[in-house]
């Protein structure tokens, strides 16, 4: 379970960086557009910090603090910066779930989620599906900003 989360999350970040590069500028991550929620560059920042509170400083202990409000409210990053962003992010998700000990995946979540226990299996598959949902927010943002090309994520199946 732990090596196919990994391989999920490893591509996903991978796209995730591949559509940053596919922006036509570096402004363009940070233009708001009618009816979707954040611009680009904001889903990035949240995609990284979420995975690396969440895997990295509860998981991992890596010491991570994250600030969710700046997750949406900074602005003006490159994307080279935010490609390092998520490069940190990827890094930690590899360290953390490489080492992860799998019976750790049956024991509960180390932070209550909306209130509850959650275990931590189920915790790490919903951390897949936030990463594809927020991963085709900034296709369709990425899209409406001019960016060229198909979604990398169209190719994903075949970097299972």
Request: charged share 15%.
């Amino acid at each position: 379970m732990i090596q196919s989360v990994l391989t999920v999350l490893s591509r996903d970040l991978a796209t995730l960086a591949q559509e940053v590069a596919l922006y036509p500028s570096d402004a363009a991550l940070w233009t708001a557009v009618e009816g979707l929620g954040n611009p680009g560059g904001n889903l990035v920042l949240h995609l990284a910090g979420n995975l690396q509170h969440f895997i990295g400083a509860q998981l991992g202990g890596t010491g991570y603090v994250r600030d969710r409000d700046a997750e949406f409210t900074r602005r003006g990053l490159t994307r080279a910066e935010l490609q390092e962003e998520v490069a940190r992010a990827a890094s930690v998700v590899a360290s953390t779930l490489s080492d992860l000990d799998p019976a750790r995946l049956a024991e509960p979540y180390p932070l209550p989620i909306l209130g509850r226990a959650v275990g931590t299996e189920v915790f790490l598959v919903h951390l897949c599906a936030h990463l594809a949902y927020h991963l085709g927010q900034l296709d369709a943002h990425r899209r409406v900003q001019g960016g060229a090309g198909a979604c990398p994520g169209a190719q994903a199946l075949q970097a299972l």
